[in-house]
């Protein structure tokens, strides 16, 4: 079995033998359980590293087996450039989580573990998969598992958020089976992406594959303006299931974009490449707006959420190298970032039981070492330059300048307002006086709470002083990919 087989296996079985563990009798053993099995898989990821080559475009790391013969269906896993860093990326949240939910979750914990593991699994399946059907399996399978984490620990609306975002991810995805299987038809019975890459379309059927994907896609973004059911799960949702959730979960829709859109459809991804960008506009400008209204603490960052993903499709489709690797740089960042926020929220919400900003005030005062933290992190998620929240953000509006001035200027005046709202939070909820009693008897963070936060920093401050590593693995692979849509569209 090769390294790739073992980090989508390796997490899903460990997750099969803590649903086999019993019930909460024995949570300690399961939590022990859960974090060998993430620390595992984790280390599985980092051998990839040492033996990736930069040097190629080329898909790394293959296995190609047959699955379905009888479709021609194939178990056909790879990495490029593109999707490489998503899959430590992947199982570096896993161990995060295992650790916050470590005191935190006391009810059907091998059940809330396992679901974790195998939805990591799963998401570096997405991320690995080379065969149309094999990804379709696990973008789909990716669902049941947070489904149940959002229905079964999550707030008072649980079923309904649960349900809201079944439906509209589901329902995004039947357009993109339909697509799949016209590809499938057209290409004399493969679902091999590099025969799909090489398909020559007509425009007709290009603009309808790129709208099927684009259902499918955006919705899991979530582009504005299908972003409505985010701010639902999230607040519903409990604080692991936010954090991979933004961290992982929206970077599937947008590396689909890269892997399927633009090469399987680069003649009208040109065509509509104005569109995505008014669209992503949108998302950055009005998005962030409507964060800087918001009083819940976990709908204000699924907003900024939103804003974020949006310089991601902006920088995919001003067709350009600094974009599509800032957007690519920006969807990795904002994993460290968002995830951050996310689970800084959840120390505050496991100790007071509330996520409204009303709530706090004061919070240096009682809490100081998580303070720093929150400062760090917020100064992250507005972009300051040194930390990650930075580097993709920078690169999409230069990439963004050089596609049209105006483009680019109205991606760099939205850094006002993501400062705006996040320094707006962070001022109501961490300076001043103590507000009230709960504040004043709250207790500074401990030793786990400190691990958990102090990993997600350093890897917040590595990729923002010395992010050449992320970008030398993704710069042939994002020339090639660029190089194939402009060629496509010349011919």
Known sequence: MGLLSLSIWVPIAFGCLLLALGRDEQATAVRWVALVGALVSFLLTLPLYSQFDNATAAMQFVENVPWIERFNVNYHLGLDGISFWFVPLTAFITVIVVIAAWEVITERVNQYMGAFLILSGLMIGVFSALDGMLFYVFFEATLIPMYLIIGIWGGPNKIYAAFKF??????????????????????????????????????????????????????????????????????????????????????????????????????????????????????????????????????????????????????????????????????????????????SIGVLYDRVHSREISSYGGVVNTMPKFAAFGLFFAMANCGLPGTAGFVGEWMVILGAVKFNFWVGFASASALIFGAAYTLWMFKRVYLGPVANDDVKGLQDINAREFLMLGLLAIAVLAMGLYPKPFTDVMDVSVAELLKHVAITKLN
């Open 166 to 343: 079944f439906l509209y991810t589901l329902l995004g995805s039947l357009l993109m089976l339909v697509a799949l299987i016209y590809l499938y038809t057209q290409s004399g019975g493969s679902f091999d992406l590099a025969k799909w890459h090489a398909l020559p379309l007509g425009e007709t059927a290009q603009t309808l594959l790129f709208f099927a994907f684009f259902a499918a896609f955006a919705v899991k973004v979530p582009m504005w303006p299908v972003h409505t059911w985010l701010p639902d799960v999230h607040v519903e949702a409990p604080t692991g299931g936010s954090a991979v959730l933004a961290a992982i979960m929206l970077k599937l829709g947008a590396y689909g974009f890269l892997r399927f859109s633009m090469p399987i459809a680069p003649d009208a991804a040109h065509t509509w490449g104005s569109l995505m960008v008014g669209l992503s506009l949108v998302a950055v400008v009005y998005v962030g707006l409507v964060a800087m209204v918001q009083q819940d603490m976990k709908k204000l960052v699924a907003y900024s959420s939103v804003a974020h993903m949006g310089f991601v499709t902006l920088g995919f489709f001003i067709f350009n190298d600094l974009g599509v690797s800032g957007g690519l740089v920006q969807m990795i960042a904002h994993g460290f970032v968002s995830g951050a926020m996310f689970l």
